[in-house]
């Protein structure tokens, strides 16, 4: 009998193990997307931005994660608002999103995207 609980309880524990990775690995992550087309006027004019954002006030005191998300959210507060706010950028994870955010950002400036 104490074998067969034992069993039982072992066999639990596997399925609450492979549950929880199937959870995992099932997340899918979405976030508003924008076009963004890599030209060289369009490359120009958003690094142009992220610099100034970089040497401002608010931010180049900052260092690391925190004076990316400073940047970003100084070169256009609405696309950081829309793509970053509910859930931020955290340490080490590669930004799948900055192309959006620079889509965005090229739609809201009004610059074209030739």
Not at 9 to 24: A, G, N, R
Not at 29 to 45: A, H, R, S
Not at 83 to 109: A, M, T
Request: one cysteine or more; a neutral charge.
């Amino acid at each position: 009998m104490f074998r067969i609980a034992s069993l039982l309880v072992w066999l639990l524990v596997l399925k609450i193990f492979d549950s929880c990775l199937c959870d995992k690995t099932g997340i899918t992550f979405t976030f508003k997307e924008y076009q963004y087309k890599d030209t060289p006027k369009n490359e120009m004019t958003f690094h142009e931005f992220e610099t100034a954002c970089e040497q401002s006030s608010a931010c180049n005191q900052m260092s690391g994660l925190t004076r990316t998300r400073c940047v970003r959210e100084c070169v256009s507060p609405s696309c950081y608002r829309e793509i970053y706010s509910s859930d931020p950028l955290e340490e080490g994870e590669i930004d799948v999103r900055l192309n959006s955010f620079k889509g965005c950002f090229v739609q809201r400036s009004g610059r074209t995207r030739n």
